[in-house]
T-cell receptor, first 113, second 116 residues
Framework: DAKTTQPPSMDCAEGRAANLPCNHSTISGNEYVYWYRQIHSQGPQYIIHGLKNNETNEMASLIITEDRKSSTLILPHATLRDTAVYYCIVSLEINNYGQNFVFGPGTRLSVLP | GAVVSQHPSWVICKSGTSVKIECRSLDFQATTMFWYRQFPKQSLMLMATSNEGSKATYEQGVEKDKFLINHASLTLSTLTVTSAHPEDSSFYIC????????????FGSGTRLTVV
């Protein structure tokens, strides 16, 4: 079972910030929070990941609470092309020797014009 | 970033035939690749872990004789669906990582298999 819970769907107005929440109350100390998105009929696209500190890249920002039991993915200026299913995944960062990615149902984000 | 390529992007086959799907890491070597399956309106489910030079590791409930995995080189893993049936129709996706600390895991664009 996925270790995360996300709202099944969200709407966001084009140009506004999209804030996607994720609960991971059973996260362990060495597990990372990953965010991916999947546009219809394509493979998942990596967005961002983090351990404790907030992270930012060209796509998004990741805010992790101090107790690490929840996080929020922020798309600062959502566009229509950001419409996708967003997955929050908790996993150990294992480089090339294993993967324990369990995909939950994700959040279906609809960016509205 | 890293690129993982899948081929074909879609395939239609007759029931009882076998279908091979290729997953390539284009600009990096991957000793390990991962195969997922996704049914319509559902999430991705990990099927197996493909290891270069050794046997694949299958998740519980996935038949290894039905889904043959070959990881013969550091840039290519293949998934063969043998004796395909309509219930095998699904979206198959592979993934690998070049630098998990910086890039996370990279997924292929997926292969849509339809068995008629």
């Amino acid at each position: 079972d996925a270790k995360t819970t996300q709202p099944p769907s969200m709407d966001c107005a084009e140009g506004r910030a999209a804030n996607l929440p994720c609960n991971h109350s059973t996260i362990s100390g060495n597990e990372y929070v990953y965010w991916y998105r999947q546009i219809h009929s394509q493979g998942p696209q990596y967005i961002i990941h983090g351990l404790k500190n907030n992270e930012t890249n060209e796509m998004a920002s990741l805010i992790i609470t101090e107790d690490r039991k929840s996080s929020t993915l922020i798309l600062p200026h959502a566009t229509l092309r950001d419409t996708a299913v967003y997955y929050c995944i908790v996993s150990l960062e294992i480089n090339n020797y294993g993967q324990n990615f369990v995909f939950g149902p994700g959040t279906r984000l609809s960016v509205l014009p | 970033g890293a690129v993982v390529s899948q081929h074909p992007s879609w395939v239609i086959c007759k029931s009882g035939t076998s279908v091979k799907i290729e997953c390539r890491s284009l600009d990096f070597q991957a000793t390990t690749m991962f195969w997922y399956r996704q049914f319509p309106k559902q999430s991705l489910m990990l099927m197996a872990t493909s290891n270069e030079g050794s046997k694949a590791t299958y998740e519980q409930g996935v038949e290894k004789d039905k889904f043959l995995i070959n990881h013969a080189s550091l840039t290519l893993s293949t998934l063969t669906v043998t004796s395909a049936h309509p219930e095998d129709s699904s979206f198959y996706i592979c993934s690998a990582t070049r630098d998990v600390e910086r890039e996370g895991y990279t997924f292929g664009s997926g292969t849509r298999l339809t068995v008629v």
